[in-house]
């Protein structure tokens, strides 16, 4: 094992958090986690720091590390099962396969509908008003981020908020030791949108693909996933650490 100390960065309002402000969360709101960032750098100021996200959560991570550049505050960061492509990876969880139409899209589409319905009354107090009805029909991430996402956020649609939030074009720009694990058989972050080119060209960037491992998965037993070993043996590199 590896004494790393660990702080968990949730997305607002999630996690049993109550908002406090008309705003939820998207996938490239970077102030959020910056903000984050600059407190733990504050009370730990001589203490490097790994980013690590996971699933949009990693595009968030990986879009703060392109936006920050050579100032990036982190020494490392670490995606794991990233969408890059935010549109591509919304439309892969729109095929009807077994397994978007039964398990993933379901899933995904109920947390976000009860992180709506949690919060629906302190967001009608901010100045952008939304299609109720409309919401109550919601049967789509697509169609969530269309009516909730870009709305709240002062975006045109969704597919302009996948846009400008889609986090491989920053990854040009990034500069500090950075790992991305994905898994060919994902089926919510595809291998096909993985900004390949990018990983040949940017020299602080490795990308480790595996055949398996589907969508934050790699499980080697009920109680510990394969993703977690290289994760720590990275950090460890970074940090100069030996294992207990």
């Given at each position: ?99 978007n139409r039964r398990i993933y899209t ?130 460890a590199a970074v940090f100069g650490h030996?294992?207990?």
């Open positions: 094992p590896y004494n790393f100390r660990t702080v968990v960065v949730n997305f607002r309002g999630c996690a049993g958090v109550k908002v406090t402000t008309p705003v939820l969360y998207n996938g490239g709101l970077t102030s959020d986690y910056g903000y984050a960032v600059d407190h733990i750098r504050g009370r730990y100021p001589s203490s490097k720091l790994v980013g690590i996200g996971y699933s949009l959560g990693a595009n968030l991570v990986t879009k703060y590390v392109g936006e920050q550049g050579e100032g990036c505050p982190l020494s490392a960061a670490i995606s794991v099962c990233n969408p890059y492509d935010l549109a591509a990876s919304s439309d892969a969880l729109e095929v009807p396969t077994f397994r379901p899933a995904m589409l109920l947390g976000l509908m009860k992180l709506y319905r949690r919060h629906h009354k302190i967001i009608e107090t901010g100045p952008v008003e939304l299609d109720v009805e409309a919401i109550s029909k919601i049967k789509s991430i697509r169609q969530f981020d269309n009516l909730i996402t870009a709305k709240l956020f002062g975006y045109q649609d969704g597919t302009d908020y996948y846009q400008k939030n889609s986090c491989a074009q920053f990854m040009p720009a990034i500069r500090v030791p950075f790992l991305a694990i994905s898994a060919m058989d994902d089926p919510v972050c595809p291998e096909s949108i993985i900004p390949r080119e990018v990983f040949r060209t940017n020299p602080h960037l490795i990308l480790a693909l595996t055949k398996y491992g589907g969508h934050l998965g790699y499980h080697e037993d009920l109680s510990s996933s394969w993703f977690e070993r290289p994760i720590a043996e990275f950090c030996a294992s207990a």
